[in-house]
């Protein structure tokens, strides 16, 4: 926050609900005003009840009275959307609680197929998605420009792979000038004009300076850079058949 960034997200069940809790935290000390909070609804049940309780729980462990940027359900896909969209489902009390300001921002995060990501942004109810993307994993570079032209905000998750390219990586590193994998792993993200953030994870102060300064640098990478990148990424393209990401957030 005090490098300027103003955004922060989390879920319902990350940490057991710890996640959620120290945000909020966080949050009301440096001013709820100046942070925006995103969490995440996971579909235990596909009932309005149900999915009202949660986001109370969410609220309550955040410590606020709305949520900035509500992901409605926690990995949605098709079929669990159309669950949810039932009439006297879910989607009633979203509906509800977006009514009364409880969040401000209707999101959902997917890992569903390229086609069913299109087939949800075509439904018109979402202002943004949050969906996997980085050197690795470019599966869904079309539907994330069918986001952004449908007038979504585009959120990241994985930039970095999940820790995957936060190993020195000489080959990628001299593709072109960059002080580090992960360096050139988020500016390879943030080029992407379809992008409008990208979710890092970090493990230490140094990891967040100098994710804040990649993301502060005004140049984007060249035409000529991500054409030298793409080159050298058909040449790994089975790392890209990889789901795992790593991350061992699971676990």
Excluded at 72 to 85: D, K, N, Q, T
Excluded at 140 to 150: F, M, N, P
């Amino acid at each position: 926050l005090e490098l300027g960034v103003n955004y922060i997200d989390t879920a319902h069940g990350y940490n057991d609900g710890w996640s959620e809790q120290m945000v909020g935290r966080a949050a009301k000390q440096f001013g709820r005003d100046k942070v925006f909070l995103a969490t995440k609804n996971p579909m235990h049940d596909d009932t309005a009840d149900g999915w009202w309780r949660r986001m109370e729980q969410s609220l309550e462990r955040l410590d606020t009275d709305y949520i900035d940027f509500y992901k409605i359900v926690h990995s949605l896909g098709w079929e669990s959307w159309e669950r949810f969209s039932k009439p006297g489902g879910p989607i009633d009390a979203m509906k509800r609680a977006q009514e009364q300001g409880l969040f401000s921002h209707c999101v959902y995060s997917t890992h569903d197929s390229p086609e069913n990501v299109m087939k949800l942004v075509d439904e018109g109810v979402f202002e943004g998605m949050l969906i996997q993307y980085n050197l690795l994993d470019r599966r869904y570079e079309d539907a994330i420009a069918h986001a952004h032209e449908s007038g979504m905000g585009v959120e990241i998750m994985g930039p970095v792979g999940g820790g995957r390219l936060g190993a020195a990586s000489e080959k990628l590193q001299g593709l072109i000038q960059a002080a580090s994998t992960p360096e050139l792993a988020l500016r390879f993200v943030l080029a992407n004009p379809s992008v409008t953030i990208a979710f890092s994870g970090m493990n230490s102060i140094e990891m967040v300076e100098e994710n804040c300064a990649t993301a502060s640098r005004e140049e984007a990478l060249s035409a000529d850079e991500l054409e030298a990148i793409a080159t050298a990424l058909i040449e790994n393209q089975k790392l890209a058949e990889l789901y795992c990401t790593g991350c061992n957030y699971c676990m």
